[in-house]
């Protein structure tokens, strides 16, 4: 077991690393941003180090800056969190070069399933079923018009080495398909560094599902059940819960062995999600697969009963899995609100600034994964999301409920917030019904009744 590990990230998730760290005994490094110099990660870590100006591109995405402060404080594993630097296959290497144990998969595993083709086409061989389209990137416009003409419009474009919902075009007919490989090809190598494309088949109102696995060095591999990730604005996630009413208990156990056969198929370990695309009849196909730490981990773990970040770490210090797939029990439903600085009503307008009054709900079954306090100033540089509110109770009727009284009692002075616009979705009675799709927040234009 190592004794002290560098965290290579910001927010919510830093915390939530540094306590997951504490409870197993290892001391933390904080990195921050000189933005960041009042942040909360900053502030409750045994260490903390600037490793540059607030430009992500200049401190959080500066390898060279965190490498440097690992060997200042001694730090032996890394954490990444999610976003920036967590799966950068590049950087990985690099840690393991450094003799630095990094806190998720082997960068093989993180290149394969990092070019959306290529996973697609590996999934493909070890029979998890995939949507109908290319099988890797498309070298040209007449490649792409002769595949999409084979599966059927409309079609969606998209970027090999997307996520976050860049790179990705829908498309509904022969005439916009070269305008709209132009421009998600733009799109993703300015976000990306790589403007490779694929093309599939436009699968209509489906749930978005993903299925989180832990997978040690050992071979032994796990699932965790489910989270229901459709509740998105652009193909951002907004609210997401678990378990999904969609899944049948079959379903559920079909999921995960095929997720788990993708975990073999890849030589995956660590934490990692398999996300998939769910008719209303059930069946499914493979969209990608997460690397690293889900923004929406706490559902499972509550779900679940299993600290996935703990995991996390012992895993890559090369413990086994204390558990086995008939071990694993779900109880109860949990719910997650991601709470952002923005305005819906100005088609959520960021709004950076200072806190200037906090309260945040509390009582049995509400966890909030958060890094803000009151008096704390919320810099523009970075993702707006403040606060992760989750609810878990025994049934969904009652995780609703609570939900609901929580968000009420979250009041936030000195910036605008989507608390209210997340109030509206969970009032609503087609959410309430579970009927819903991963259109329905595009659908419905819950920012117009504030």
């Given amino acids: ?136 990137e498309v070298k040209s416009i007449e490649e792409a018009k002769r595949i999409a003409e084979m599966i059927g419009y409309p ?39 790589n403007d490779g494309i694929y093309i599939e088949k436009f699968i209509a109102n489906p749930h978005h599902i993903e299925v989180q696995v832990l997978a040690d060095n050992y071979g032994n591999a796990v699932y965790l059940g489910e989270r229901d990730c459709s509740l998105q604005r652009r193909n951002q996630k907004v609210l997401e819960e678990s378990p999904s009413m969609l899944v049948t208990p079959e379903l559920r156990k079909r999921m995960g062995e095929i997720s788990i056969k993708a975990v073999h198929a890849c030589g995956y370990k660590n934490a990692g999600t398999i996300e998939y695309l769910v008719d209303e009849n059930g069946n499914f196909y493979f969209m990608e697969m997460n690397t690293r730490i889900q923004v929406e981990h706490p559902v499972t773990e509550l779900v679940s009963g299993i600290d996935i970040v703990k995991q996390q770490i012992l895993i890559a210090c090369g413990e086994k899995l204390p558990f086995k797939q008939s071990d694993i029990t779900l109880r109860g439903h949990a719910i997650e609100c991601r709470i952002n600085a923005e305005n819906p009503k100005y088609n959520f307008r960021p709004s950076p600034g200072k806190i200037e009054s906090l309260h945040m709900p509390g009582g049995p079954g509400i966890r909030i994964d958060s890094a803000v306090y009151q008096g704390y100033t919320i810099p523009p540089y970075y993702d707006s999301m403040i606060a992760k509110l989750i609810a ?48 329905f927040l595009d659908r419905k234009d819950f920012a117009s009744r504030l």
């Fill in 155 to 193: 079609v969606m474009v998209k970027a090999s080495a997307g996520g976050g919902g860049r790179g990705i075009r829908k498309v509904d007919s022969p005439d916009k398909l070269e305008a709209a490989i132009y421009a998600a090809k733009s799109e993703a190598g300015a976000f990306f560094g």
């Fill in 392 to 439: 878990y109770a025994p049934t969904r009727e009652e995780a609703i409920s609570k939900m609901r009284w929580a968000l009420a009692e979250f009041l936030v002075d000195g910036v605008d917030t989507n608390i209210d616009y997340q109030l509206e979705i969970l009032k609503d009675k087609d959410f309430i019904n579970a009927k819903y799709d991963i259109g």
């Fill in 1 to 136: 077991m190592v004794n002290k590990i560098l965290i290579a990230n910001r927010g919510e998730i830093a915390v939530r690393i540094i306590r997951a760290c504490r409870e197993l005994g290892i001391r933390t490094v904080a990195v921050f941003s000189e933005a960041d110099r009042n942040a909360l990660h900053a502030q409750i870590a045994d260490e903390a180090i600037c490793i540059g100006p607030a430009p992500s591109k200049d401190s959080y995405l500066n390898v060279k800056a965190i490498l440097a402060a690992c060997e200042v404080t001694g730090a032996q594993a890394v954490h990444p969190g999610f976003g920036f630097l967590s799966e950068n296959a590049d950087f990985a290497h690099m840690c393991g070069r450094c003799n630095l144990i990094f806190i998720g998969p082997d960068p093989e595993s993180m290149e394969l399933m990092g070019d959306k083709a290529k996973a697609k086409k590996t999934m493909k061989r070890a029979g998890v079923p995939v949507v109908p389209g290319s099988d890797g």
